[in-house]
């Protein structure tokens, strides 16, 4: 492969992930209009069950046109149930934390606070790690801290129970982060996809029993169902897919990076479809804590790389 190859294969990677951020920063818009016709436990399984016949069918399209012995297939399944259980565990306190979040606060605010997770991931390094957060990693979760603290600190100095939800899911998904890493490198990213949302499935399922919440399909109003199918479908289907395919060919860093824009874009999509106009307090605090975002992340230590002329 020639300089200019890597060059656009790392190009195409990063409007990838540019795509699954927009996508992401979406979903915020739409599941908050999605909550006022479902309850939000029963949103999650119908997205994941959605998200794990995509994968399922995904997997079965991948086993029929290998070359791989259905044995091969098993093991490789076998070795993804550990890392994904865990992570789906992980993931499921995530999004149930956002999504009952999203009841109580709005898009473009949860769309910030969950942008956070960028600043737990560099600050759970550093306790992993046993050393203490680099400068620019205290001055990024200090600036986050404080758009935190703008957005949902009332006047009686006490924090909405919506954002307060969504800072609990925000420490999740960076956890996900940082478990991923761990096993990313031994497991098939489809495979353990797949258990990660059989485990969302499952643990939705029993939480909307637990509500005693009817599952009858036709209860379900088809722009609920609809905006199930399509976060399910591309915001954790393709959008799995997307990263997986990406990071293979682009940094961890240039990563993050792009995925700080996630909360931007909930802000735009909140205001286009919603007409949810942020207050001045929202856009204060939504800015420091991008400005942390990007603070932790553009001042990673990094090898130069060099000017390619293509």
Known sequence: MTKCDGVNKRLAANVGLLITAVI????????????????????????????????????????????????????????????????????????????????YTTATASGFITGMNVVFVGLM???????????????GIALATVGLLTISVSGRLTIARGDLLTL?????????????????????????????????????LILT??????????????RALAAALYCGIFATSVALVIQTLAQRVTSSVDTAIIYSMEPVFSAVFAFAFLREAPTLQ?????????????????????????????
């Not at 390094?125 to 001055?139: E, F, K, V």
């Not at 761990?182 to 495979?191: K, S």
Request: with cysteine.
């Open 24 to 103: 992401w920063g979406s979903t915020f818009s739409i599941t908050k209009v999605a909550l006022t016709d479902v309850d939000p436990m029963l949103f999650l399984f119908v997205r994941f069950a959605a998200a794990l016949a995509t994968l399922a069918l995904l997997s079965a399209v991948r086993l029929l046109s290998s070359r791989n012995r259905p044995e091969a297939y098993r093991l490789t399944l076998t070795r993804a149930l550990r890392p994904g259980i865990i992570l789906g565990l992980i993931f499921a306190i995530g999004y149930v934390t956002q999504t009952e979040g999203l009841r």
């Open 125 to 139: 390094y550093s306790i992993l790690n046993r050393r203490i957060p680099a400068r620019h990693s205290l001055i």
């Open 168 to 204: 609990i899911c925000a420490v999740f998904f960076g956890l996900h982060i940082v478990v991923t890493e761990v096993y990313a490198r031994h497991v098939d990213p489809v495979e353990v996809a797949l258990v990660q949302a059989a485990v969302l499935c499952l643990v939705t």
């Open 209 to 222: 029993q637990a509500r005693g919440v009817s599952m009858r399909p036709y209860e379900i109003s088809a």
């Open 282 to 310: 929202t856009l204060a605090g939504g800015l420091l804590i991008f400005a942390g975002v990007v603070t932790v992340n553009l001042s990673e230590a990094r090898e130069p790389e060099p000017r390619v002329s293509c």
